[in-house]
């Protein structure tokens, strides 16, 4: 077995800006080019591993497999619907459905919540009031859910849920 680990845009020894509970707002840009976005920049942080992974003599290119927790895990299966070198996925604490998860009093809504606020607040201009009409949070919502991508798995996906996870 050959692992790489990699941490998320701006994380441990990782390049990029940090996603950070305090400092939300990386995950809610994008409206104008998604690549903006952290969330983006971490699932092309995992593809670039796959392509890296590939060059090292003892791996074998056709049994990569991704995994990932919470953000990771959203992350590996937005990559396992991208890319068919990936034979399996097991995302971890993860799933789609990301307005219907914001709708509700969940860690994602008060992510949401208070990056609006602080983009209000650095502007100058009052939130909107409902925040998840925002441009960012849509342009997350409809480009990088990981349902958008659920018809399209190229490797076998293990999804890993507790039973009381939001």
């Known amino acids: 077995v050959v692992a790489v680990s990699l941490s998320g845009p701006g994380l441990g020894a990782s390049q990029g800006s940090a996603l950070t509970p305090t400092e939300p707002g990386l995950l809610f840009v994008g409206q104008d080019d998604i690549r903006r976005n952290w969330l983006y920049a971490y699932v092309f942080a995992i ?18 497999a991704v995994t990932g927790f919470s953000l990771g895990g959203i992350a590996t299966l937005i990559a396992n619907g991208v890319d068919d070198r990936i034979r399996g996925a097991l995302p971890v604490a993860a799933s789609g459905s990301l307005q219907a998860a914001a709708s509700q009093d969940t860690w994602l809504r008060q992510m949401i919540v208070s990056a609006t606020q602080q983009r209000a607040a650095r502007s100058g201009t009052p939130p909107l009031p409902d925040p998840l009409q925002d441009p960012g949070v849509q342009a997350l919502f409809h480009k990088l859910d990981p349902l958008r991508y659920a018809k399209k798995q190229h490797g076998t996906v293990y999804l890993l849920m507790g039973a009381q996870d939001e």
């Open 47 to 64: 593809l670039r591993t796959i392509t890296f992974a590939q060059t090292l003599p003892e791996v074998d290119p056709q049994a990569i």
